[in-house]
Antibody, heavy 118, light 107 residues
Framework: EVKLQQSGDELVRPGASVKISCKAS????????MYWVKQSPGQGLEWIGT????????SYNQKFKGKATLTADKSSNTAYMELSRLTSEDSAVYYC???????????WGQGASVTVSS | DIQMTQSPASLSASLGETVTIECRAS??????LAWYQQKPGKSPQLLIY???SLHTGVPSRFSGSGSGTQYSLKINSLQSEDVASYFC?????????FGSGTKLEIK
């Protein structure tokens, strides 16, 4: 069974950073790209970026360049997204999702809620 | 960026009815369109890709159609478990973009 297990919900202070993990199981990690998606009430679903673990290549939505940094650890089948200089606009649920590279996301993590508040 | 305009924003229908959700792209996306279902409190799940291909395990009452800039998702014989929000997503070009969603309720 394909599973993407994300880290837990986070409450963080404005200006801080947060790192969310996404541990993959049930498939060959390097055969798929990992996508990250933001869901917020005001903005709906937004694609943040993609990492291809096999070749450690990333691509970002211009809107999230400088905000999100994607990495992957092939030894533990885990993808990470770090969000920096957090503001209230970053409060949202963040999902990881796997895809073959076409952008069709056929398995999703359970989501990690990030709340930015002092 | 390709804009995806989805309608209606909400929909109420009776059990057993057929419902249709529309998605319009701001330019031709050459069938590079997926539909996702998101049940309350859950993550999105893939229903349809390539505009009309049913993802593995998805009931056959779901179907997708369209071409060019106009696409639709049809749900036949509405069931109670179909209560969810539905999103379209284009993957013809980056950045990937989503429709704003349709919330489906049972009347």
């Amino acid at each position: 069974e394909v599973k993407l297990q994300q880290s837990g919900d986070e409450l963080v202070r404005p200006g801080a950073s947060v790192k969310i993990s996404c541990k993959a199981s049930g498939y060959t990690f390097t055969n798929y790209a990992m996508y990250w998606v933001k869901q917020s009430p005001g903005q709906g679903l937004e694609w943040i970026g993609t990492i291809i673990p096999l070749i450690d290549t990333t691509s970002y939505n211009q809107k999230f360049k400088g905000k999100a940094t994607l990495t992957a650890d092939k030894s533990s089948n885990t993808a990470y997204m770090e969000l920096s200089r957090l503001t209230s606009e970053d409060s949202a649920v963040y999902y990881c999702a796997r895809a073959r590279g076409t952008g069709v996301m056929d398995a999703w993590g359970q989501g990690a809620s990030v709340t930015v508040s002092s | 960026d390709i804009q995806m305009t989805q309608s209606p924003a909400s929909l109420s229908a009776s059990l057993g009815e057929t419902v249709t959700i529309e998605c319009r792209a701001s330019e031709d996306i050459y069938n590079g369109l997926a539909w996702y279902q998101q049940k309350p409190g859950k993550s999105p799940q893939l229903l349809i890709y390539n505009a009309n291909s049913l993802h593995t395990g998805v009931p056959s009452r779901f179907s997708g159609s369209g071409s060019g800039t106009q696409y639709s998702l049809k749900i036949n014989s509405l069931q109670s478990e179909d209560v969810a929000s539905y999103f379209c997503q284009q993957y013809y070009n980056y950045p990937l973009t989503f429709g704003s969603g349709t919330k489906l309720e049972i009347k």
